[in-house]
């Protein structure tokens, strides 16, 4: 049985690593952070270009449908309010209801 | 999160730019106006598509109705105000259902009467539209005994 002390352990301790140093080091990881920030948005929108347009399709479909909706809403309510005041000029009965009490209508 | 937050800003921005031209396109300017000023007879001729010929013959129409709709209405007031007279002194229930069916009677004349001149004006609209008209609003004439005034409920 071998007993005699392994060398390579000496020789891993003895192991000292002397880089080149590097002065320009710390700028260059900062300038890459800030280089990753002032990603310009034009280049952040092709980046997720498939995200982008199925968000852009998804607003202009609801926003279309919801102005086409209000418009509706619209229409009926006037339509309402029209047909309202139209009887209300050729029906004697609603004349006469707005004569006995005209606090109630308008 | 910067570019995200402008995405997501523009993404809105579409949508409401979508949304409002949507309403633009779809908007009837001519039916809001005439419901701004409660001009039922502006309504009549855009909503109708009268020609100036026939809003001016319905016009005249409805001038000529106006004097027979003012004797219903003195009419039915009239009977109206006796039956609460009635009510209020304690007359007997026989004197209150005469005048009741009093009531009842000019009211239905007046509806008659409502329901002549509005076909009487719908014979004036281009085809199709007068069919519209009567559609529109013969139900609602109808209905005034049951809901009190007239309901307009046009999607009903």
Partial sequence: MNTSPDPLSGFLQRWRIAPPGDPQFRTAVWARLQAARDTRWVVYVRQHAAASCAALALAVVAGGWLGQWQAHRQATQDREVLATTYLAEIDARVIADTRAAPHEHH | MKNF??????????????????????????????????????????????????????????????????????????????????????????????????????ELACRTAIGVHLRKVAALMPPGQGERYLQMLLPRVENYGHQGAPTVRLDG
């Fill in chain 2, 5 to 106: 937050l402008l995405t997501f800003l523009a993404v809105l921005a579409a949508g409401a730019l979508a949304a409002g031209a949507f309403f633009r396109w779809h908007c009837d300017d001519a039916l809001h106006a005439a419901a701004q000023e409660h001009d039922a007879m502006k309504w009549l001729r855009t909503e109708f598509h009268l020609s100036d010929a026939q809003f001016a013959a319905i016009s005249k129409l409805h001038e000529d109705y106006s004097v027979e709709c003012a004797d219903h209405c003195a009419a039915i007031g009239s009977a109206r105000a006796q039956l609460a007279a009635a009510e209020k002194s304690g007359q007997p229930a026989a004197t209150l259902a005469a005048l009741r069916r009093k009531v009842a009677e000019r």
